[in-house]
């Protein structure tokens, strides 16, 4: 879907313009997204199997939760949406820790360039996987996978190339974030 998106500089200030993400895409203009991460109490993290008709990385696992910011949105109000949207969770601003924000660009084709900053959430997991409901747009399959096998996969070569391939530092953050947490 294409919406309306504020761009960034390539430090992430607010440029005060805002575009189509369609536009922000094609042109590698930086703009903001929100990740949420989830955890649960026993030491596991929820993944998300992209979409099979996203235009990147579909089918690979992904963080829990991820989104652009409509323009002008608030970023805590954004991520709660997203939540919403793609998993069926109703959360509050006060259920999200942010740890950081992160600059990505990956360039997946000549008009298909992202160049963003992920506001980055953890939030504790405290309903059942069965009581999420995925966006079947968006989301192919939910799973909780422990600390520990995600860490095994992540620095495994081959089982790494099941997943959005996200800097290796940044996978890094997320986990010890989370075991700080647990």
């Known amino acids: 879907m294409d919406e309306l998106i504020d761009i960034l500089d390539a430090n992430g200030n607010p440029l005060g313009v805002s575009r189509m993400k369609s536009e922000a895409h094609r042109e590698g203009l930086f703009h903001p997204t929100v990740h949420i991460w989830f955890f649960s109490a026993d030491g596991r993290i929820l ?3 992209r979409g099979k008709h996203k235009d990147t990385y579909p089918l690979l696992w992904d963080v829990s939760v991820a989104g652009h910011i409509g323009a002008g949105e608030n970023i805590e109000k954004s991520a709660v949406r997203e939540v919403s949207e793609e998993i069926g969770l109703k959360i509050r601003p006060s259920d999200l820790q942010k740890i950081g924000v992160f600059k990505s660009v990956q360039k997946h084709s000549e ?3 992202d ?3 992920h506001h980055t959430f953890l939030a504790e997991l405290r309903v059942s996987l ?3 409901s995925k966006q079947e747009s968006e989301v192919g399959d939910l799973k ?8 095994e996969e992540l620095g495994n070569e081959e089982t790494l190339k099941k997943y959005v391939p996200h800097s290796l530092d940044y996978y890094k953050t997320i986990l010890s974030e989370v075991k700080k947490l647990l």
């Open 130 to 132: 069965e009581d999420l």
């Open 115 to 117: 160049c963003e900053f």
């Open 47 to 49: 993944i998300q199997q």
């Open 111 to 113: 008009s298909l360039i």
């Open 144 to 151: 909780l996978i422990s600390i520990i096998q995600l860490e």
